[in-house]
């Protein structure tokens, strides 16, 4: 959405600064498809006392139909992928709404997954993701008659969870079907498969080695929160082949201890490939995200990091905290004195043949001075 949009600059405009009215302005940008980033730069610009989640609250109480609760349910986890949290009784509160203008369970499963709740083991939390995860099925197979027979009891244990994938997945031949797996995963507890490894990871595997156009995308709903252990996540690492982007992916949202060390050892193992590939910003976007700048200076992914710093601020986007002062103070305070001065030539335009690591040392070492 252009953020200049004339009805809601001019509802913006008209508030006057009152708090109700920016944030019913902002709301109304917001359902338009106002990204996480840009609605939270407005609201600074603005002055506003309010956080992004509130002024998605308000889009809540002004919803009047179901159109409005399921337009707020696809902002919400869109903006949950761009790293914005939502209080527990936030998430409540638009699912109770959800319920209450009828929007089917089914479209509520992706709003569920966000909720801290659902790892429960047991309880009334995992019996309506059983719920919702029955009727998930129902919708997207019409056609079979062990989902049409299939009940929540079935799959509040893990046997139960475990047939209904063995006997579903292989039918799995659409893309809203793949993605109905991908968000019941999600949700689902940690539940062991075979070989020890969860049902999670057996679907990630799968959509690593998978060849589908739509795998990272459901890797993505898939990790949207951890739901992989460590081990699982090692030996997904490990058997990376050539899917190795989105086995970095994998390894950048199961967020376990030891991620740090998979990722550089898959840059370092696949480097040719790292050369070749075209790294995608959101990939590097996470790295940076998950504080792993340093981390990443010598591996070959670091002239792609680098290059989406200076495109950062050269090219007209979004504004990011990752600007070429944030890069050369991080270089600097890890003692990184040749990458950071030769960061600082590359924003003054000294010629390449001058890029040398001296002339990148005495450069930085001038700054300092300064």
């Not at 063995?166 to 995963?185: E, F, N, S």
């Not at 739901?227 to 190795?244: G, I, R, T």
Request: aromatic share 6%; with cysteine.
């Amino acid at each position: 959405m252009d953020v200049t949009n004339k009805v809601y600059r001019r509802s913006l405009e008209s508030s006057r600064g009152c708090a109700e009215g920016v944030e019913r302005a902002l709301a109304g940008a917001a359902r338009a498809g106002l990204r996480g980033a840009a609605l939270a730069s407005l609201l600074q610009c603005v002055g506003a006392r309010a956080d992004v989640p509130r002024v998605l609250r308000r889009a809540l109480v002004d919803a009047a139909h179901a159109d409005d609760v399921q337009v707020l349910v696809t902002r919400i986890i869109q903006y949950h992928k761009e790293g914005i949290k939502f209080p527990e009784e936030f998430l409540e509160e638009v699912m109770e709404k959800a319920t209450e203008y009828g929007l089917p369970p089914h479209k509520q499963l992706g709003l569920l997954s966000l909720s801290q709740r659902t790892r429960v083991q047991d309880g009334d939390d995992l019996l309506k993701v059983a719920q919702f995860t029955v009727d998930l099925f129902k919708t997207e197979w019409p056609e079979s008659e062990y989902a049409q027979q299939l009940t929540e009891t079935q799959l509040v244990s893990a046997a139960g969870r475990a047939a209904a994938l063995r006997a579903l997945a292989p039918a799995a031949d659409t893309r809203a079907r793949r993605k109905a797996l991908a968000d019941a995963l999600a949700c689902w507890p940690h539940t062991l498969g075979s070989e020890g490894r969860s049902l999670q990871c057996e679907y990630a595997r799968e959509l690593l080695v998978s060849r589908a156009p739509d795998a990272l995308l459901l890797l993505k709903l898939l990790l949207r929160r951890p739901v992989l252990n460590d081990q699982e996540v090692k030996w997904l690492a490990e058997n990376a082949s050539e899917a190795f982007i989105n086995t970095i992916w994998v390894v950048l949202l199961s967020r376990c201890d030891c991620s740090e060390e998979l990722l550089r050892n898959l840059l370092l193992e696949h480097k040719d490939l790292v050369q070749k590939e075209e790294i995608e910003e959101d990939l590097i976007k996470e790295i940076l995200d998950q504080g792993m700048f340093i981390k990443m200076v010598s591996t070959p992914l670091y002239s792609s990091i680098v290059n989406y710093i200076l495109n950062s601020e050269t090219l007209e986007r979004e504004p990011s905290p990752y600007t070429i002062k944030w890069a050369t103070t991080e270089l600097t305070k890890a003692n990184y004195l040749a990458e950071a001065g030769h960061l600082q030539l590359l924003t003054v335009g000294i010629p390449t043949a001058l890029h040398g690591f001296s002339q990148s040392v005495l450069y930085c070492k001038n700054m300092l001075k300064q």
